[in-house]
């Protein structure tokens, strides 16, 4: 365009020197260029006329090679005619119409522009001198603007180099100092991180130390009231033989006297001047203990009677077999206790049951009686009855039964404990 505007051949190809008229048009597409500036914000602005952009026209038509030249710029150009078209700016027709031939740049718009340049009038020969000599000023005028403006360009070039340099700087510190802050970070993280595992490893450990405690604790509980409640019904069976042998001592002792009132009275051995005596219930131990009559088989003199149905019968004998079986299950089991605690031993049975067996029947230690003509019960009275004043052990777990040897002075012994024994 500046080919055309300044020193450059028209569109007919003549060399004529259209510098007069056509500084008209620069003037004016200038001027248009300026409102443009002026109108638009800066950051959409080319750096190369950002800086012209508070200057007054006037000002402005010293600068017209930049403003020129930043014509050349397709994207500006575009947004100049995007500027006319939405805005419609108040410039002058002329200003308007050169601008919109400037910026759109149709086929033929140099020679338009050039068209709109007042027609040159012809010119009075010049001296070649003078010519020259005023060429040479104009030329020394454009070098003095190119220099001036190469000088301003490096200077605004200095500016933004040394403007840039200090934000890479700014940049390159907040870099830094984000990397330092993301490290602080980074290792506190994994510190929390490690405190929170160890925390949390503390807290199963003391959860698994806890629920083993809990178990056991229950585990103890339990075992206690198990004992608890065993000790309970020791007791209550301890206080039963208490007043048991309480009411049958005093039942003794009103027998004695009344046997001591009858003149002539038959005595027998138990009632004579030495009555037996029951062994005692051995320390530590309770009269039901298997080991309680483990214990008492062992006492010197002893003798041991059986209330032989009574045992077989029993929880924990031998209730599920035959008669005939069950009791010769009993006398060999017997017989093989009595051998190893050397007690003679006598075991009773109902003779109703026994059909044509002979009366007694003997088998090692152990003596074997068939109650017939009465009950095994009676049977074992009596021999309780007739025996020396030494100790006698009877077993069974009738209460009548117990209560009516305990007179005589025998200790008893539940049928669950003499199975224990022969377990």
């Known amino acids: 365009m500046r080919g055309y505007l300044r020193g450059g051949r028209n569109p007919q190809g003549r060399g004529d020197d259209l510098m007069g008229p056509e500084t008209d048009v620069e003037t004016a ?9 002026r109108a638009m914000p800066a950051q959409e602005l080319p750096a190369a006329l950002r800086r012209l952009q508070g200057f007054r026209p006037q000002t402005l038509l010293k600068h017209r090679s930049e403003v020129l030249a930043a014509l050349e ?14 805005v419609k700016p108040s410039l002058p027709k002329g200003e308007l119409k050169v601008l919109r031939i400037a910026a759109v740049r149709d086929e033929g718009w140099a020679e338009a522009l050039a068209s709109r340049s007042p027609p040159s009038e ?52 907040q870099l830094e100092a984000s990397k330092a802050e993301n490290e602080t970070a980074m290792e506190a993280a994994t510190a929390a991180r490690g405190a929170a595992e160890a925390a949390r490893a503390d807290a199963d450990r003391s959860v698994r130390k806890a ?148 009366a007694r029947k003997k088998k090692g230690h152990v003596n074997v009686h068939y109650s017939k003509g009465e009950i095994a019960d009676d049977h074992l009275v009596g021999l309780v009855q007739r025996s020396p004043e030494k100790p006698v052990v009877v077993v069974t777990s009738d209460r009548e039964l117990t209560e009516r040897v305990e007179e005589h002075g025998a200790n008893v012994a539940n049928s669950p404990q003499l199975l224990s024994l022969l377990r």
């Open 211 to 358: 629920a083993r405690a809990l178990e056991k604790a229950e585990a103890d509980a339990l075992k206690a009231r198990s004992e608890l409640k065993e000790l309970r019904r020791e007791l209550t069976a301890v206080t039963k033989d208490r007043d048991r042998l309480e009411g049958r001592v005093g039942t003794l002792e009103t027998r004695l006297e009344r046997v001591k009132k009858v003149p002539g009275t038959t005595e027998t051995p138990t009632s004579r001047g030495k009555r037996r005596v029951p062994l005692p219930v051995p320390k530590g131990r309770l009269p039901s203990d298997p080991q309680t009559l483990d214990e008492w088989l062992s006492a010197p003199d002893v003798r041991l009677l059986i209330d032989g149905y009574n045992v077989t019968m029993a929880k924990g004998g031998f209730g599920d077999l035959r008669l005939e079986t069950q009791r010769e299950r009993l006398i060999t089991e017997i017989a093989s206790l009595a051998a190893m605690k050397g007690v003679p031993t006598t075991v009773v049975f109902d003779g109703k049951d026994v059909g044509r067996h002979p």
């Open 29 to 37: 597409l200038v001027r248009a260029v300026g409102a443009f500036i």
């Open 122 to 173: 012809p010119r009075a020969k010049v001296d070649p001198v003078a010519r020259l000599t005023a060429e040479l000023e104009r030329e020394k005028t454009k070098v003095k603007r190119a220099r001036e403006d190469l000088k301003r360009a490096k200077d605004a070039t200095s500016k933004e180099i040394v403007s840039g340099a200090k934000q890479i700087a700014d940049l390159k510190r």
């Open 73 to 86: 710029d397709e994207d500006l150009r575009a947004k100049i005619v995007d500027w006319l078209d939405e």
